[in-house]
């Protein structure tokens, strides 16, 4: 992979209804953070307008989202699943990278029996889950080797979520790790939050609402939801 440099934001989509929620995301990345470029995989045949830089999908992988993570163009790169809409310039989120090789944001319903599968051995129970789908990293043979690792042992794990793998792999591993806050990763709004908090407004919004839909009513919700958040 020949690596344009910089600092930039990865979607990996299979399917067109996919690369077109991945394409609204990435629009919000462009609202606030215009110099940020953007590249998707996806297939052949997809639509990439949008998109700075798209690659192809190649065939055979497990789970091309493991897959693809160390094949990214950019020198320092987030990951985003396509469900998310950023509100926020994210200079701040890449600034970790100066001291920190791979960030990620906890699950929050880590205490939940399916986000406590344990495939060798159980890390200590206040180390929960990361959510893959927002993955701060910095481009280096320590990041990718770990990124390699774990499709190799999703591919043999069996599960069908990657998170149970990836936990217990950082776990056993030395990489230089940060959590980051949870309004870089909202996935849950509390009822309060409509009317009024103090909490940090979302910088970035990851719900399963905004994922491709297959009732006219979730499509049409997902569509109000993006347009409030966007």
Known sequence: ????????????????????????????VKKSNPGLQTCIWCAESDDTSGFDLSFVIPEGLKRPKVDLLPDTPFDETLYLDNDTIIRADLGSLFDLLQKFELCGAHVMLWHRPRHRKVWRKEPPDA????????????SSDRVFDFFREWSRAFAVAGFRVDQVTFREL??????????????YNKRIFEPSEVIWSDQPKPRIVHLPI???QKTRFKTWFGEQIARYWG
Request: charged share 20%; with cysteine; net charge positive.
């Open 1 to 28: 992979m020949d690596r344009s440099g910089g600092r930039g934001v990865m979607y990996i989509a299979w399917g067109s209804a996919h690369v077109d929620v991945a394409r609204r995301s990435a629009a919000s």
């Open 127 to 138: 180390f929960p889950e990361i959510n893959c789908g927002v993955l701060l990293y910095r």
């Open 170 to 183: 950082l776990w056993e591993s030395d990489l230089r790790f940060y959590v980051f806050p949870p309004q």
């Open 210 to 212: 905004l994922r491709p």
